[in-house]
């Protein structure tokens, strides 16, 4: 079998990972705004104000600002999402080069402070909403279908500050008033939306990829936090087909599958319950429209009481989602046992696969868990799903011949692609791959150039040094060659 013919081949970014132009016509500042550059070996940081002095504290997927403190930009860091590499002023080219790759779907992000700065003024900023107009015009110009994230880690900083990283469900009106104006105002320009981005990160940082947070007011956050999410996600979705029945809104998954290390029954267990919190629950919530009967064993342990009322109940039963949609890059083993053979790096850490092998950022290459993803999670829903982030972060270089020779990116790529349609004979519906990304970008886990994961090449460095200029690599025209065979050509 090969892929079917309306599949979604494309490529994904975020908002504040490619436009720069961060405080250009009317934009406020969003959380990823005071979130500095970072390396393999150093963490990005959040910068603010606390009681008047400048203080910086480790940014993590997910995480907001410490109670009264207030965002600020440091002089003295960088701050590379300021610029990133300007797709602001460069969309056009971009768009362009995806459609020479024969791209079917595009998926981007908004900026919810190029809509509304602060987050909760009364109308939306008018030349916010020119822009992303003219950029889905653009893609509507070559047939390529937007596919948009709503929230991907971009937060307008007010709000975050005034309302303690969604402690208020204040918060569930602001952001349903904003999808609400995104729908209205691109009615027939955009079918697929998707709510939040990687929305079980806010447990998933907590206890994995070498983090272990234990006190109970930090999981009482957190899981009120994602409640009024779910019900901010469930909401917009209602409002979604109200305004038009033909729009399809998926959630999004940061995707991860962990492995019990050893037959014992105790790793077995704790890998089960390990899915539950950090993959599970947040699906489950947004797909069958209620919490699962493990919810209760997860807030016992960290004596967590949610603020839930009756109408929340309802607006979940009745805005589950359409489609499931998630990233993968990598699986991870559990152990209850002490093990010397350990990884770490970028969002990698703990015991270390035997038969797998790693990038230099530490993460797990392990295509075939992408195959036990997809057919575990479309066993457990039953709705279409799509791959919305994959691929490989590497150093590219320029070769003496001015190419860039990314083999190691078609590798990685080929080895998910054959594992999709694996899936897809097995019976999985699936419906688009958008591949992490289409165009290099700022990393989201370490804020380098440096580590690069498009088959567009953009001449930008670590520094902020660099021309912007735009260059094809090898990856971008093999993957060419892969939408206009359907799949079917991966040499």
């Given at each position: 079998m090969s892929f079917p013919k309306n599949f979604l081949w494309g490529g994904a970014t975020a908002a504040n990972q490619i436009e720069g132009a961060y405080d250009v016509d009317g934009k406020g500042l969003s959380v990823t705004d005071i979130t500095t550059a970072g390396s393999l070996n150093e963490p990005r940081y959040l910068t603010y104000k606390l009681n008047g002095k400048m203080e910086k504290a480790p940014a993590m997927p997910g995480a907001g600002l410490p109670k009264g403190a207030v965002g600020a930009i440091d002089p003295n860091a960088y701050y590379p999402n300021h610029v990133a590499i300007d797709?602001?002023?460069?969309?056009?080219?971009?768009?362009?080069?995806?459609?020479?790759?024969?791209?079917?779907?595009?998926?981007?992000?908004?900026?919810?402070?190029r809509i509304f700065p602060k987050g909760d003024e009364e109308k939306p900023n008018q030349k916010g909403l020119d822009f992303y107009r003219r950029v889905f015009e653009e893609c509507k110009k070559y047939d390529i279908e937007p596919l948009v994230t709503i929230s991907h880690y971009e937060d307008p900083l007010y709000l975050s500050e005034k309302y303690n990283d969604w402690q208020d469900r204040k918060m569930i009106d602001l952001y349903v008033k904003y999808a609400t104006t995104l729908f209205k105002e691109y009615k027939g320009l955009v079918k697929y939306w998707l709510t939040f981005n990687e929305i079980n990160t806010t447990l998933l940082m907590l206890n994995a990829f070498g983090n272990n947070v234990t006190d109970d007011a930090t999981y009482q956050h957190a899981y009120q936090k994602l409640h009024y999410q779910f019900v901010a996600s469930a909401r917009a979705v209602k409002a979604a087909h109200e305004i038009d029945p033909n729009y399809v809104v998926g959630n999004m998954i940061c995707g991860v599958v962990d492995y019990p290390l050893?037959?014992?029954?105790?790793?077995?267990?704790?890998?089960?319950?390990?899915?539950?919190?950090?993959?599970?629950?947040?699906?489950?919530?947004?797909?069958?429209?209620?919490?699962?009967?493990?919810?209760?064993?997860?807030?016992?342990?960290?004596?967590?009481?949610?603020?839930?009322?009756?109408?929340?109940?309802?607006?979940?039963?009745?805005?589950?989602?359409d489609m499931y949609t998630f990233s993968y890059y990598m699986s991870n083993v559990i152990t209850t046992h002490e093990v010397k053979d350990k990884v770490g790096g970028n969002f990698s850490a703990g015991a270390k696969n035997p038969y797998l092998k790693y990038s230099e950022w530490g993460r797990a290459t392990d295509p075939t868990g992408l195959q036990y993803y997809l057919e575990v999670m479309y066993d457990r829903y039953d709705i279409p799903m799509m791959v919305v982030e994959n691929g490989l972060g590497a150093v590219d270089k320029i070769a003496d011949d001015g190419k860039i020779h990314?083999?190691?990116?078609?590798?990685?790529?080929?080895?998910?692609?054959?594992?999709?349609?694996?899936?897809?004979?097995?019976?999985?519906?699936?419906?688009?791959?958008?591949?992490?990304?289409?165009?290099?970008?700022?990393?989201?886990?370490?804020?380098?150039?440096?580590?690069?994961?498009?088959?567009?090449?953009?001449?930008?460095?670590?520094?902020?040094?660099?021309?912007?200029?735009?260059?094809?690599?090898?990856?971008?025209?093999?993957?060419?060659?892969?939408?206009?065979?359907?799949?079917?050509?991966?040499?």
């Open positions: 797709f602001y002023h460069h969309y056009k080219e971009d768009i362009k080069m995806f459609a020479e790759m024969g791209f079917k779907t595009f998926r981007l992000s908004i900026a919810w402070t050893t037959s014992d029954p105790a790793d077995v267990l704790a890998t089960r319950h390990a899915m539950e919190k950090n993959i599970y629950y947040c699906g489950d919530v947004q797909c069958k429209g209620k919490y699962p009967t493990y919810a209760k064993r997860l807030w016992d342990e960290h004596n967590v009481h949610l603020d839930i009322t009756e109408q929340d109940e309802k607006d979940l039963a009745e805005g589950t989602v990314d083999d190691y990116r078609i590798d990685y790529l080929r080895d998910h692609i054959e594992a999709m349609q694996k899936a897809i004979d097995d019976g999985v519906d699936l419906i688009g791959y958008t591949t992490w990304s289409c165009i290099d970008l700022v990393s989201a886990g370490t804020g380098q150039m440096s580590k690069r994961y498009g088959f567009i090449y953009v001449d930008r460095d670590d520094n902020g040094e660099g021309s912007l200029k735009r260059m094809p690599k090898d990856s971008f025209y093999w993957y060419k060659k892969v939408i206009a065979s359907h799949g079917e050509d991966l040499d």
